[in-house]
């Protein structure tokens, strides 16, 4: 089992920024990789950031603005976004993909772009 806890989420204006956190407990042994999706209403869920083994991958609409990065002493994984458009309003929520090619989920947090 591998719970995740997402925060930083809020109200921003846009072209402005904001940090997303992913903090992991459990069986971080298992994970192979994490990633970032969201959710913007009447949507379906979509892959924002991935990073597995040292690499990376972002969905285009958000390459050049957002950065996945990870913290192994601190279990946590990041997503930093810069240049945030209204577009970008979603929930996002963090994904733990374990070697058994199992998934688990955070219960994600709302980010808001808007003047």
């Known amino acids: 089992q591998v719970q995740l806890v997402e925060s930083g989420g809020g109200l921003v204006q846009p072209g402005g920024s904001l940090r997303l956190s992913c903090a992991a407990s459990?069986?971080?042994?298992?994970?192979?990789?994490m990633g970032w999706y969201r959710q913007a209403p009447g949507k379906e869920r979509e892959l924002v950031a991935i990073?597995?083994?040292?690499?990376?991958n972002y969905a285009d609409p958000v390459k050049g603005r957002f950065t996945i990065s990870s913290d192994n002493a601190k279990n946590t994984v990041y997503l930093q976004m810069n240049g945030l458009k209204p577009e970008d309003t979603a929930v996002y929520f963090c994904?733990?993909?374990?070697?058994?090619?199992?998934?688990?989920w955070g219960s994600g947090t709302l980010v808001t772009v808007s003047s």
């Open positions: 994904r733990a993909i374990t070697i058994y090619d199992k998934s688990y």
């Open positions: 459990g069986n971080r042994i298992s994970i192979d990789a």
């Open positions: 990073l597995r083994g040292g690499n990376t």
